[in-house]
Structures are given as structure tokens and as C-alpha cells.
């Protein structure tokens, strides 16, 4: 069977490797995407979004883990010897993938960023970011199939095409895991998910005081955005909740407008950020890191110009 094989947890993060996959397989001769599922609907929609073949694993008993999966999913790599496999970088996913290339006896790239084909020796080649993202590591994998991790939002989800077949295989049933889920206590949220949000407006250590927060949060409103913030903000000062702050150890974001107020832009933050489609900065510090990030910069006191900025957009969208 060869081609893509791709596994992830959730339906937008599986249109997302899709996206990857059907890049890739136009390099390897046209090779098929092959996706799991986890119900017949899944399957028609991802077959209409670029895959070839889908398989549909069976529904799992009452109490069962995701992780039940993984003695299927081994198999029908064995089975059908795809050229590369992608998987989901998320917590549970970085688990899987690391089972399932264990038990093929394969490498596995973890996190990876950007993916290109070496069409003459159809190997894939991987790109990371270390040390922060102060560096990117190029990577190779050795073994069958070439297995990588990647990130969720690091790629567009894929868009159905009108008029695309495809063939949906439905996988025989797994065998009972060991584990069992005794139940489920999900971790109150403080506040909104800033990663969906299409506008966020970060709050750095350019504010003085917790109540000058009201201005970002005025500045988000007029943008239809959210307020996100710099590590210090939500750690060091407690200004925000920890659930808001982006970095390379808190929340990564790709909205259309990131607008940093008062942020310097330290590495550890740019990470968290970098694939912002617009970069808007406002700070005192016409050296500040983050205008290296910007797109568009003000240097100036943000106390001085985000009253002016919200002035001029309510103008502007007549609000």
C-alpha cells in the first residue's frame, strides 16, 4: 500500500496532517493519504478533504484509553508498509507514536515544524526548533517507515474537494486493554482558549500595574480578539492566569493579528508566537527583540499610544 499514513486524536488536527500528507504524496509519484478514523462520517469527510484510503478503527469499550488502539494501528502499519507515518504531537499522541515506532523498530522525529521530500532518495527530511528557538535541527529518519510527530496548528487543515473518491476500510476489533479509564476531571479553565482565537493581544511587562490591564482588554474587545500575555505577567506577577500566557512553556498561538504590547520579545516568548500570520508590536525600546518578529512596529509608551489606536478603531469599525 505504501504512501502517508496518518493518526491523530482529533478531526482538526487529522485535516491538518491531511494538509501535510497531500503535499508530500504529489513528491512520492502521487502516493495515496491514507488516515485512521474513528466513525464512517470521519471517513467520508476526510476523503473529501485529500485522503485515499481511510481506515476506521472500532468503537472501544465502555472505559477503554486511546491507547487501545495501538496494538491495531501496529498492525495495519506492518500490513500495509507505509513510506511515512505522521502522528499528532499531543500529549497523548507523543505517546502513541513512540509505541508504535518501538514496536516497528523504527526512527521517530518528535515536534517537527516543516517537512520536504528528497525525491531522489524519497527520504523526508524533518526540521525542529531547539535551545527555545533560538535554533532549527534537521533531522532524518532511519528505518520503515519514516515516523514524525507534528504539532498541531503547524499546518493549515486541508479544505474538502467537491467530487473526491476514495476507498474507507473498517479495521476488525481491538482487544481489550489492561487499562481502563476510572474517570475524567477535567482541569477548571480560568479563561477563554487563547490558541482559537483569531486576534490576541499580549500583555507584557510594559504594563506598571494590574489594572492598566483594563487597556488590553479594551484593545482585544474593539478587535473581537483576546488577551494573552508574557510568562512574567501570569508567573511572576499573578496579573493573568497561567491558562493566558504564550511562550515555548505555556500556550503556542497562530492568530491572524498578534498585537504585543509592552513585550520585549525574548526567544522564549517569540516561540510561543512566531507563526502569527501579522506581528504588531508596540514598546518604548526601539531595540526591543520583538520588533525583530514585527511586521509592523510603534516605538513608543504603550500608555500613551493604545488609547490613541483604540480611539482610531472604533472610528474605523464604528464601534
Known amino acids: 500500500m505504501a504512501g502517508i499514513w496518518i493518526f491523530a486524536e482529533s478531526r482538526e488536527q487529522t485535516l491538518e496532517l ?38 476506521v478503527l472500532p468503537p472501544l469499550a465502555g472505559g477503554q484509553p486511546l491507547e487501545a488502539y495501538v496494538p491495531a494501528i501496529i498492525e495495519a502499519v506492518r500490513g500495509g508498509d507505509p513510506d511515512i507515518f505522521l502522528i499528532s504531537a499531543t500529549q497523548r499522541g507523543r505517546e502513541i507514536a513512540a509505541r508504535v515506532a518501538a514496536a516497528l523498530d523504527t526512527g521517530l522525529c518528535s515536534g517537527c515544524t516543516a517537512l520536504k521530500l528528497d525525491k531522489e532518495k524519497k527520504q523526508l527530511i524533518m526540521e525542529r526548533m531547539l535551545y527555545g528557538g533560538a535554533a532549527v ?14 504539532p498541531p496548528r503547524t499546518f493549515e487543515p486541508a ?32 479563561a477563554v482558549d487563547i490558541t482559537e482565537a483569531k486576534v490576541v493581544v499580549c500583555a507584557g511587562r510594559g504594563f506598571e500595574k494590574k489594572e492598566d490591564l483594563n487597556l488590553a482588554q479594551e484593545l482585544a474587545q474593539v478587535t473581537g480578539g483576546a488577551v494573552g500575555c508574557t510568562r512574567p505577567v501570569a508567573e511572576e506577577l499573578r496579573w493573568l492566569p497561567e491558562d493566558l500566557y504564550i511562550g515555548i512553556s505555556g ?12 513585550v520585549a520579545g525574548q526567544i ?28 509592523y512596529g510603534i516605538v513608543g509608551d504603550l500608555y500613551d499610544v493604545v488609547p490613541k489606536l483604540i480611539k482610531e478603531l472604533r472610528i474605523a469599525l464604528n464601534k
Open 268 to 295: 522564549q516568548h517569540v516561540t510561543g508566537m512566531r507563526d502569527s500570520k501579522v506581528v504588531l508590536a508596540v514598546n518604548r525600546d526601539e531595540n526591543a527583540p520583538i520588533f525583530d518578529a514585527a511586521d
Open 18 to 55: 491531511i494538509s501535510a500528507g497531500t503535499s508530500l504524496a504529489r513528491q512520492l509519484d502521487g502516493a495515496a493519504v491514507v488516515t485512521f478514523a474513528t466513525s464512517r462520517q470521519l471517513a467520508e469527510e476526510y476523503i473529501s478533504c485529500g485522503a485515499g484510503e481511510v481506515l
Open 137 to 150: 535541527q534537521t533531522v532524518v529518519c532511519s528505518g520503515r517507515p519514516q515516523m514524525a510527530t507534528i
Open 159 to 190: 479544505a474538502p474537494q467537491e467530487g473526491r473518491q476514495g476507498k474507507v476500510t473498517e479495521l476488525a476489533g481491538v482487544q481489550p486493554s489492561p487499562v481502563k479509564v476510572v474517570g475524567r476531571a477535567p482541569k477548571a479553565a480560568e
Open 251 to 262: 500556550k503556542k498561538v497562530k492568530p491572524g493579528l498578534y498585537i504585543g504590547l509592552g
